[in-house]
């Protein structure tokens, strides 16, 4: 599924995360140049980037210069469907983590544990490959590096996008969470899922629809009732 996301401001206090900052490196080690890295810059923070699309192995999204809009094209391996279940798994190992995530924090012992299993999160700068259709000889072009630049600050205050752009979206997490808070138990009979976990996805569910429910009364105009509040 793709996300669009509406163009970027840079962050009044730049990328702070220590995630948003793993990015960045990324796309400094992706960057031919110095030169390309710093036109790249000055695109992203006069916010020549348009609206930025996200889907699972990749990114789209136009980019002004001068008079002329060009449009990029980033791809990003996705996890294989063993490191996608194990991520899922690293999540739901400690209650707690799905909410930190939700709440726009990526914790850094689910980030180890997840390289632990085999779940590469955070990208290196190999794997970010870009395309564009101006007629620059070198990829990463500045435009590329200006969409790349502007998807940090998406990851910087929502982790769950670098979840999206490896394959597991939010949600498919949630669904594959709820899945796993089942009662199901052991051949002794002892529960398989903790009940701390259990009661963080009831309720990162529970909140999640009735957050979809009260996006569309308000799309459609509809008086929004207390129950749902």
């Not at 699309?53 to 980033?74: M, N």
């Not at 707690?96 to 999160?121: F, K, M, Q, S, T």
């Not at 600050?153 to 490896?166: G, N, Q």
Request: hydrophobic share 45%; net charge negative.
């Amino acid at each position: 599924m793709r996300t669009t996301f509406t163009r970027q401001t840079q962050p009044t206090r730049g990328v702070r995360s220590w995630w948003g900052k793993a990015w960045q490196r990324a796309v400094e080690e992706a960057a031919y140049s110095e030169a390309e890295l710093r036109r790249g810059r000055t695109h992203a923070r006069r916010g020549d980037v348009g609206a930025i699309s996200v889907e699972p192995g990749g990114l789209l999204a136009a980019c002004r210069d001068g008079d002329d809009a060009w449009t990029v094209q980033v791809a990003l391996p996705v996890l294989e469907p063993a490191a996608r279940s194990a991520l899922v798994e690293a999540v739901a190992a400690e209650a707690g983590r799905i909410a930190e995530l939700l709440a726009g924090n990526l914790p850094h012992d689910l980030v180890e544990h997840a390289e632990e299993v085999g779940a590469e999160l955070l990208p290196y700068g190999g794997e970010l490959t870009a395309t564009c259709t101006c007629t620059h000889y070198l990829d990463p072009c500045p435009h590329a590096i200006a969409v790349l630049m502007q998807v940090g600050w998406l990851v910087d205050t929502d982790p769950l996008v670098l979840f999206a752009l490896r394959g597991v979206e939010r949600d498919t997490l949630l669904a594959d969470l709820h899945a796993r808070t089942i009662p199901a138990a052991d051949t002794d009979g002892h529960p398989l899922v903790s009940a701390d976990l259990a009661d963080d996805v009831e309720l990162v569910v529970d909140a999640a629809v009735r957050a979809q429910r009260l996006v569309a009364l308000f799309e459609a105009g509809a008086e929004l009732p207390d129950g749902l509040l």
